[in-house]
């Protein structure tokens, strides 16, 4: 084992492709990890909306009056770090403002910067108050929500339900395979029968009725995803069993009296791994792009979380309205992540010298 490790980093090395994309998904891992740390807008889902500065272009700046109520809740360190803020500041867009003794005067921004009418707040000890510009590098949605911010809490959804799906598939996929493979006979009819109806059903219609069953929201996504892709990796598994069941070794340990379940998985299953991770990385990539397609059509993640399908469902109306990168951006980052996969994917075929 550790000499294909050795010669699985040598050949990455010697790998363009290979070792960018896993630079990329090493990024993206890290992205989604600490997606509340890095995101200029940490509340929850990154969901503050300004409707005032909707749908502005990236690089907008604009002067954000501030309000820091210090009796807020307390939330814990933990909480916060991997849920995002749940009592944010207050803050409100604004074009111009002045102090007057204990009293802060604003004019509420609007697009035409015209706002005859002016607000005022009074300054306390027990309420903070203070204006900064802010900047949105990506601009701003439809309801005036940081974009940049919901791309990056975003990809917790499209990274980690590839985690999800494989697990849960390998769960299925290793345990009735083997199965299948080792027993035969009536047991491997009745394991193919069900992989055999399984497989004639279209996937997307098939994770849609699943979700319809579960109910739409966020782990029920990665649930429905994750029992629709077990499939491939029985097939593949009962085959391999199938072949190494025959093996000296295999017959050795029978007739030592070892149990079968240690047979499987002390003796068989460590030797079938190389297919099954190459599976892996290919059912990562479809399980992002099967999440997309979901969210896309509105059964996957629900409002206000943020997810890169459900983001170009919303926005892919202003592809004619001249605001076509707030569906553009998703998309591309969607694609980026399933192609990295997909290139590592191969490598580990070549590697691992996994035939077809």
Not at 107 to 125: A, C, R
Not at 141 to 155: A, E, T
Not at 212 to 228: D, M, Y
Request: aromatic share 12%.
């Amino acid at each position: 084992m550790s000499e294909l490790l050795t010669s699985a980093i040598k050949k990455l090395k010697n790998n363009l492709t290979a070792l960018v994309s896993l630079y990329f998904i090493a990024f993206v891992a890290f992205v989604a990890v600490f997606a509340y740390a890095l995101a200029p807008d940490s509340s929850n889902n990154a969901n503050q909306m300004h409707l005032s500065i909707h749908s502005k272009s990236p690089g907008f700046k604009v002067l954000m009056l501030i309000q820091k109520d210090e009796f807020t809740k307390t939330q814990s360190i933990f909480n916060k770090f991997f849920f995002g803020n749940r009592y944010p500041d207050k803050e409100i867009p604004i074009l111009n403002y002045r102090v007057v003794d204990n009293k802060i005067f604003y004019k509420v921004y609007n697009s035409s910067k015209i706002n005859e009418q002016e607000e005022f707040i009074y300054l306390s000890p027990k309420k903070s108050v203070f204006v900064t510009e802010k900047t949105f590098l990506l601009g701003t949605d439809k309801f005036g929500r940081d974009f940049l911010s919901r791309i990056i809490i975003g990809s917790r959804i499209s990274f980690f339900i590839g985690f999800v799906a494989v697990a849960i598939s390998l769960l299925l996929g290793l345990f009735l395979g083997s199965l299948s493979g080792y027993f035969g006979g009536k047991v491997d009819s009745l394991i193919m029968w069900l992989i055999n109806v399984t497989w004639s059903i279209p996937t997307l219609l098939l994770v849609i009725a699943i979700t319809l069953a579960l109910g739409k929201g966020f782990w029920q996504v990665f649930i429905a995803v994750g029992l629709t892709m077990w499939v491939e990796v029985a097939r593949v598994v009962r085959g391999e069993v199938m072949n190494i069941k025959e093996k000296q070794y295999v017959t050795a340990a029978k007739a030592l009296g070892f149990t079968d379940s240690r047979i499987i998985l002390r003796h068989i299953l460590p030797n079938i791994m190389a297919p099954v991770i190459v599976i892996s990385a290919a059912n990562f990539a479809g399980a992002i792009l099967i999440e997309s397609g979901l969210s896309f059509l509105g059964i996957g993640a629900q409002p206000p979380i943020s997810s890169w399908g459900a983001m170009i469902k919303a926005h892919y109306n202003d592809i004619i309205l001249g605001k076509a990168y707030l569906a553009v951006i998703p998309g591309i980052c969607i694609m980026s992540l399933v192609m990295a996969f997909m290139l590592i994917g191969n490598f580990l075929r070549d590697v691992l010298d996994v035939k077809s």
